[in-house]
């Protein structure tokens, strides 16, 4: 076969001189033989070049940024998201001695343009298309502006909802992460990485960020293996297993090692175990911080710990470019280590295609959009359809939703009108005017017949020190927005919208700074002002729909008690507003279902459905002495993990085994026959829970094994079948060999994780 010239050479219009040296040397199409034929020739400067990976609109001038990219000492950028910026900077690197081009990256966590509701809502739809579906749209914006990879999908399971990026995950259970972490991966790089609308993975992060201690972002993370293999390392594996091509290390320490200079966890585990071979990219600034955790006592030795560890690309790097050569000159580090990260840099850039054509996400100048930010380049109908999906019913009193649509509506409460926390935290390049709030949703839902009375009603919080810090970590554009006026005279406008309404719609929680990176709290209670707001509403006798706009489960103990419906619509991203006026209108039946335990109160945490099995349980309806308990309230969730209401009711049967008892290797049919017994269309969650009744170590008291969402017609029924296979019997013992013991098992299906029915079969 004809070798091919390294096309970039000719795209860029300027001969590289090592393309000139030997053009024909260059194996365009065989990865490794590439690879090794750079590597060959690059210098260890512009191997360490390759390593660094550096931020747009961080403390490096733009001007220096091109003109390191054109030197060769910059590998791959991010933060910049229109295609010129990105072609002015692949030119550079295309100037630099061996043209090699460089990539962009991006936080394209939910939505790009297009904003679409925030991961937790996402997991909460349990709709696999639909999650698919947001992916797919994220990565045809987000290459369509030049950029090549994300750092997502963020699969970090939490059971600590103090935890801000609570907001961020998908939620607490490992099979339900796990399966939205594949399907992520596959919708992002898509057929190809290496086509036009693909965009790479990077898988984050690894590991156990999740489970900082307290729910404090950045503590530690100290767990037993087991637990690890368990609870929290599913995900990761299956983004890996997906083909994701990149992982980005975590901030924390796992087990008193800081995840970016441990060894065990980047090499043993997710290179030798896993078989792992893409691009492991640290977190911003994490190599530095390898000071500050007291593991390093300079700079050089951070540097050496992490390129021993096993990271490739260093985030917003200084140490590597500093450190790396003296320690090579030294032979304390390695060459063949250098050539091992920087050749995972050039397999990356190859599998993005961007060897063959380093301009195939940036395209030409003059197909550029005229307006970045155009109302065509946002797909809206996507973002409303998932948001639908997303919204989460955990009341409905006197079937006080949906609304008629000439009922007189007061609207009332700080989140009902706003834009900016729509899109939630982590919201790429989406802009706030162009999301729906409520208030516009509502108001287009009902149309001139309709009269919806706003009243702004209370200030997210009043607290002075809260509103400081939300507006420091938004230091560019202040986004919590005081009304002036005195508390009571808001609460007081919308006791009179109550007063002339049919019906309150309250849209209350929290500001989306208050569920993001660093926002831990330590409450989870409604800011004060709101919850006077409720109170007062609560007091006028109207019919009241309490909207929740929030990154986390909140404590809705009050709530629950005073409201007559409760929807929980996380931040529903750019078509928000319609997608939650289409349910509380009823043009869409919820279907959402936690995939997060909502506490009763914050000394409840953490709380999980999948707990361990216990020496002294507390038995439900029989308080007593010496069980484990609190005793001041009952143990359960308020709203355990896969609840979720509906406008019509759904009837389970029994389930139906295909057999009791089981060979190793054969399979299980579990069938249960699921029926509408409303009278409205609507579709619901089937979930299947297993448990393993005695094992060689303490097994959950259930574990989610399968789910299916199934639409049905009123009075329509339909026959769920699930398989199960040994694997799913599995479990990491005390040695952490993954295995299935013999014994009883009791599979239970539910439309949660608490209501189920239950049948036993045996393992022989
Ligand atoms: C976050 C990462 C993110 C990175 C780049 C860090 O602060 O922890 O999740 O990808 O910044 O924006």
Redesign the pocket.
Known sequence: MMKRLLPFVLLAGAISPFACAAPSALPLDDRQALIEALLERMTLEEKIGQLRLISIGGDMPRERIVEEIAAGRIGAT??SVTRADNRLMQEAALRSRLGIPIFFAY?VIHGHRTIFPISLALASSWDLEAIALSGRVSAIEASADGLDLT?AP?VDITRDPRWGRTSEGFGEDPYLVSQIAGTLVRAYQGQRLSAADSVMASV??FALYGAVEGGRDYNVVDMSPQRMHQGYLPPYRAAVEAGAGGV?VA?NTVNGVPASANRWLLRDLLRDEWGFRGLNIS??GAIDELLRHGVAEDGRSAARLAIEAGIDLS?HDSLYLQELPGLVASGEVPMALIDQAAGRVLAAKYDLGLFHDPYLRIGKATDDPAEVNAESRLHREAARRVARDSLVLLENRQRTLPLRKDARVALVGPLADSHVDMLGSWSAAGVAEQTVTLRQGLEQAVGDGGRIIHARGANVTDDAQMIEYLNFLNWDRPEVIQDPRPAREMIDEAVRAAREADVVVAAVGEARGMSH?SSSRTSLALPASQQALLEALVATGKPLVVVLMNGRPLQLGWIKEHADAVLETWFAGTEGGHAIADVLYGVHNPSGKLPISFPRSVGQIPIYYNHPRLGRPYVEGRPGNYTSQYFEEPNGALYPFGYGLSYTEFELSKPRLSQRKLNRGQPLEVSVTVENSGTRTGATVVQLYLQDLVGSSVRPVKELKRFEKVMLAPGEARVVRFVLVEDDLKFHDVRLDYVAEPGEFEVQLGLDSQAVLSERFELL
């Open positions: 991010f933060n936080d750092f963020m984050k992060h980005m901030l977190d911003h985030m990176e």
